[in-house]
């Protein structure tokens, strides 16, 4: 028979269970005889395996496992572009180990497990002694390439503030997991019971009792087999300890190893814990090879891509969408084609856009009454106080409570002890100071230390500072110093030497003299609120001029305004139905 004709003969058989596939291949033969079984067998499953639960929690044991072998390969690559043209022998042996990586094939992530396996003892004996000011143990650049790779395996339990999980992350998928706060209270318990203050600190000195009460077990003098420290299910925090501790450990390093310095440190850890807040990070020193989609943000080893789905439920302007609708159906359009045309333009935008915060700065103004002495009616603030307290709070980003209470009462005549308003009552609210900040990037280059050197900046160096900031990116005092030259550069480093000079005339004797080190190391980062406004761009942008002009947005038509664009009226409500 060919082997056609042999295909031909066989069937395949399957038995689809719960947990079990059986199988058989199967000969036919011609009656009345049986078929041939030539083969059978049967492939089970885990109780669980084939869950929904379990295949997702696979699936993320499977992603987690690519992306931190794609970590570790972009560390290989960029160290090996950064020591390029180094002499060290050492470190040129280093380079020559890190080669390997760099081939995308299946036999170089065998890679992945090599190395020292003790790597947290390591980094153990630098952080103890660099808190201590005791000598560091010699090391090269293979040894904190087992270091890194080991952190690169342990980040650190992080939530990300763009992952909207609510109450996600307190509950387990199933009664045998631990939630993830649960685990990151043993791992703080652990640190308590130990004395330590670091991640590596902690496993090592948990491994050492781990070694002792497993000897007291063996030699029958403990009853219970002590755990491991895998089986403890401790999550330590990136942004409290896990990050702060890569950071400590590295800059205690810097100069020490050839190509450690801040460039180097920032490339890897990024300036803040929260990889948005400084997305370039990882082009801090370019790498030729290293090519991160646009979404990628922080450095190569704490940064990660920001999901696409980010904000994608937006929410829909009332009011816009009831007057874009009705434009539309006017202008010809059916009442599907308004519908979705209206809803399109009319989304909700973020908190953190100019519109908002002057929207929300300028409720507040419309909310002020109050009264001079001897007037019987409380009124509300004219357009031209408004407009003095915008300008004041516009160059100095915010008020305070209590400046806000001075400033209006100072402008609006309200000082007398007769006089009377209500600006107590509208900021008992805990939340009513946030409404007094217009510009957060403002307020933060107001409220620095350097807050004179600063407002001195030309203006191309000023835009560029505020630009960043309000990309929600953090900046060092000692960067602005980096981007002067000449007479500003001066400048900046007269008013840094007068600020240590009137601190030194100041302080006590018990206390430290500040140093320009410390003055540069001052970084800026501007808070924004989160969420989506209450109301379109447009609408947002109207209702600021309208109280601009003395008017109440809220209002209906009367002698002294016309409709607000707030109030809404019955065909409106109608057109939202």
Same mark, same amino acid.
């Given at each position: 028979?060919?082997?056609?004709?042999?295909?031909?003969?066989?069937?395949?058989?399957?038995?689809?269970?719960?947990?079990?596939?059986?199988?058989?291949?199967?000969?036919?033969?011609?009656?009345?005889?049986?078929?041939?079984?030539?083969?059978?067998?049967?492939?089970?499953?885990?109780?669980?395996?084939?869950?929904?639960?379990?295949?997702?929690?696979?699936?993320?044991?499977?992603?987690?496992?690519?992306?931190?072998?794609?970590?570790?390969?972009?560390?290989?690559?960029?160290?090996?572009?950064?020591?390029?043209?180094?002499?060290?022998?050492?470190?040129?042996?280093?380079?020559?180990?890190?080669?390997?990586?760099?081939?995308?094939?299946?036999?170089?992530?065998?890679?992945?497990?090599?190395?020292?396996?003790?790597?947290?003892?390591?980094?153990?004996?630098?952080?103890?002694?660099?808190?201590?000011?005791?000598?560091?143990?010699?090391?090269?650049?293979?040894?904190?390439?087992?270091?890194?790779?080991?952190?690169?395996?342990?980040?650190?339990?992080?939530?990300?503030?763009?992952?909207?999980?609510?109450?996600?992350?307190?509950?387990?998928?199933?009664?045998?997991?631990?939630?993830?706060?649960?685990?990151?209270?043993?791992?703080?318990?652990?640190?308590?019971?130990?004395?330590?203050?670091?991640?590596?600190?902690?496993?090592?000195?948990?491994?050492?009792?781990?070694?002792?009460?497993?000897?007291?077990?063996?030699?029958?003098?403990?009853?219970?087999?002590?755990?491991?420290?895998?089986?403890?299910?401790?999550?330590?925090?990136?942004?409290?300890?896990?990050?702060?501790?890569?950071?400590?450990?590295?800059?205690?390093?810097?100069?020490?190893?050839?190509?450690?310095?801040?460039?180097?440190?920032?490339?890897?850890?990024?300036?803040?814990?929260?990889?948005?807040?400084?997305?370039?990070?990882?082009?801090?020193?370019?790498?030729?090879?290293?090519?991160?989609?646009?979404?990628?943000?922080?450095?190569?080893?704490?940064?990660?891509?920001?999901?696409?789905?980010?904000?994608?439920?937006?929410?829909?302007?009332?009011?816009?969408?009831?007057?874009?609708?009705?434009?539309?159906?006017?202008?010809?359009?059916? &009442?599907?084609?308004?519908?979705?045309?209206?809803?399109?333009?009319?989304?909700?935008?973020?908190?953190?856009?100019?519109?908002?915060?002057?929207?929300?700065?300028?409720?507040?103004?419309?909310?002020?009454?109050?009264?001079?002495?001897?007037?019987?009616?409380?009124?509300?603030?004219?357009?031209?106080?408004?407009?003095?307290?915008?300008?004041?709070?516009?160059?100095?980003?915010?008020?305070?409570?209590?400046?806000?209470?001075?400033?209006?009462?100072?402008?609006?005549?309200?000082?007398?002890?007769?006089?009377?308003?209500?600006?107590?009552?509208?900021?008992?609210?805990?939340?009513?100071?946030?409404?007094?900040?217009?510009?957060?990037?403002?307020?933060?280059?107001?409220?620095?230390?350097?807050?004179?050197?600063?407002?001195?900046?030309?203006?191309?160096?000023?835009?560029?500072?505020?630009?960043?900031?309000?990309?929600?990116?953090?900046?060092?005092?000692?960067?602005?110093?980096?981007?002067?030259?000449?007479?500003?550069?001066?400048?900046?480093?007269?008013?840094?030497?007068?600020?240590?000079?009137?601190?030194?005339?100041?302080?006590?004797?018990?206390?430290?003299?500040?140093?320009?080190?410390?003055?540069?190391?001052?970084?800026?980062?501007?808070?924004?609120?989160?969420?989506?406004?209450?109301?379109?761009?447009?609408?947002?942008?109207?209702?600021?001029?309208?109280?601009?002009?003395?008017?109440?947005?809220?209002?209906?038509?009367?002698?002294?305004?016309?409709?607000?664009?707030?109030?809404?009226?019955?065909?409106?409500?109608? &057109?939202?139905?």
């Amino acid at each position: 028979m060919t082997a056609k004709q042999n295909l031909a003969d066989l069937h395949l058989a399957f038995d689809v269970g719960h947990s079990s596939i059986g199988w058989a291949v199967l000969r036919h033969t011609p009656p009345p005889a049986l078929p041939e079984i030539l083969g059978t067998g049967v492939v089970i499953f885990g109780a669980d395996d084939c869950l929904a639960s379990k295949r997702r929690q696979y699936r993320q044991q499977r992603r987690h496992a690519r992306a931190t072998r794609k970590r570790i390969e972009l560390l290989a690559r960029f160290l090996f572009h950064r020591l390029q043209g180094e002499t060290d022998p050492a470190t040129t042996q280093f380079r020559e180990h890190l080669k390997p990586y760099l081939e995308q094939t299946a036999a170089t992530r065998q890679l992945q497990g090599d190395g020292d396996s003790f790597a947290w003892q390591r980094a153990a004996e630098i952080l103890t002694a660099a808190r201590e000011n005791k000598p560091l143990p010699d090391l090269g650049w293979s040894e904190l390439w087992d270091i890194l790779r080991w952190y690169a395996h342990n980040r650190g339990y992080f939530a990300p503030p763009w992952a909207n999980r609510g109450d996600e992350s307190a509950a387990p998928d199933t009664d045998d997991e631990v939630s993830d706060t649960e685990k990151v209270e043993h791992a703080n318990d652990l640190m308590r019971e130990l004395g330590t203050r670091t991640m590596a600190e902690t496993v090592a000195a948990y491994t050492a009792r781990y070694e002792r009460e497993a000897a007291e077990w063996q030699q029958g003098r403990r009853k219970e087999k002590p755990k491991h420290f895998k089986g403890l299910n401790a999550a330590f925090l990136r942004e409290k300890i896990v990050w702060p501790e890569v950071c400590a450990l590295l800059t205690a390093l810097k100069g020490r190893l050839p190509g450690l310095d801040d460039a180097l440190i920032r490339t890897l850890l990024g300036n803040d814990v929260d990889p948005r807040r400084d997305r370039d990070a990882w082009r801090t020193i370019p790498c030729p090879d290293i090519q991160l989609p646009k979404r990628y943000h922080g450095g190569l080893l704490f940064g990660q891509v920001i999901p696409r789905f980010e904000n994608r439920i937006i929410g829909v302007c009332p009011i816009h969408y009831a007057k874009r609708r009705a434009e539309l159906l006017a202008a010809g359009f059916s &009442a599907d084609d308004a519908k979705d045309q209206a809803a399109k333009e009319s989304k909700l935008p973020s908190k953190a856009t100019p519109e908002f915060l002057r929207f929300r700065w300028a409720m507040q103004l419309a909310n002020v009454f109050g009264a001079r002495a001897g007037e019987r009616e409380t009124r509300p603030l004219t357009a031209d106080e408004r407009k003095q307290l915008t300008a004041l709070a516009e160059k100095q980003g915010a008020f305070t409570k209590g400046e806000f209470k001075q400033a209006v009462r100072e402008i609006a005549g309200w000082l007398e002890k007769a006089s009377r308003d209500n600006l107590d009552a509208l900021l008992l609210h805990p939340d009513a100071e946030k409404a007094l900040v217009l510009d957060p990037a403002q307020r933060e280059i107001h409220n620095s230390k350097l807050a004179v050197a600063l407002a001195a900046l030309p203006d191309r160096f000023r835009k560029r500072l505020l630009g960043k900031l309000r990309r929600g990116q953090t900046v060092s005092l000692k960067q602005v110093r980096d981007w002067l030259t000449g007479a500003d550069a001066d400048a900046f480093d007269a008013e840094v030497q007068r600020l240590i000079e009137a601190a030194n005339t100041k302080r006590s004797k018990k206390q430290a003299p500040p140093t320009r080190d410390e003055l540069l190391a001052e970084t800026l980062s501007a808070e924004y609120p989160k969420g989506r406004a209450p109301y379109a761009r447009p609408v947002l942008r109207q209702a600021y001029e309208e109280v601009m002009q003395g008017w109440d947005p809220r209002a209906e038509k009367r002698a002294d305004q016309p409709r607000g664009c707030l109030c809404q009226t019955d065909e409106l409500k109608e &057109a939202q139905l």
